[in-house]
């Protein structure tokens, strides 16, 4: 008799965590297909940008994956990145959402230049606001989590490095091109799941020598 009562509380629970789950109302998800170049965030007490890209080829009523792409230094910039590095086109041919976040002014070498993560202090924002950004973007779309991706190119390879390594459970791969292991990076890369890495890097880069790559990619190894 008592396994019997302990069975039927068991059913009893059962019955009523499937009519919970089937009463549950299903997420809303408000995003639309789009360019939108002028988005903004509040992380903490600052205001960041990013340029946002969903191709109208995507089916937005299915998990879809997304990509971070990383503006370079200085005259570079969400704008400018997303118009010399054809991701636009790959992101409508391949069907992912694709986000250009834009790095904060920093003060270096007394000029005031977009950079990433030039001080641990703006590390820690710039990966705040790449949290607040991921999370947001979430509500507005169904983003595939085993389809979260990085790249970045120059100063922003660096701060994919950095990103991929702090968050290596939830981005599945990154991609770095012309950039190099930042100081903050350097000899500690070390995750608890090791990710796939693309190291793309010009032998005839003026400003980062194409060394700086092959030590990178000697790191990982």
Known sequence: MKRFIVGAVWLVALAGTVLAAET????????????????KITVGKETREYRLVVPDSIDLSKPVPIVFAFHGMGEDNKDHYAAISGLPELAAE??????FPAAAVQTIQGQAV???AFTPEQAAADIQFFDALLAKLRTQYRIDPDAIYITGMSNGAYFAHLITRERPNIIAAVAAHSGELGEIDLGNIMTARPFPVMIIHGDADPVFNVSL????RAMYQ
């Not at 790559?213 to 990178?216: K, M």
């Open 94 to 99: 391949h069907k992912f959402i694709l986000v």
């Open 213 to 216: 790559a092959r030590s990178a």
């Open 114 to 116: 977009k950079a990433w």
């Open 24 to 39: 549950a109302p299903a997420a809303v998800f408000s995003g639309k297909a789009g360019t939108f170049p002028d988005e």
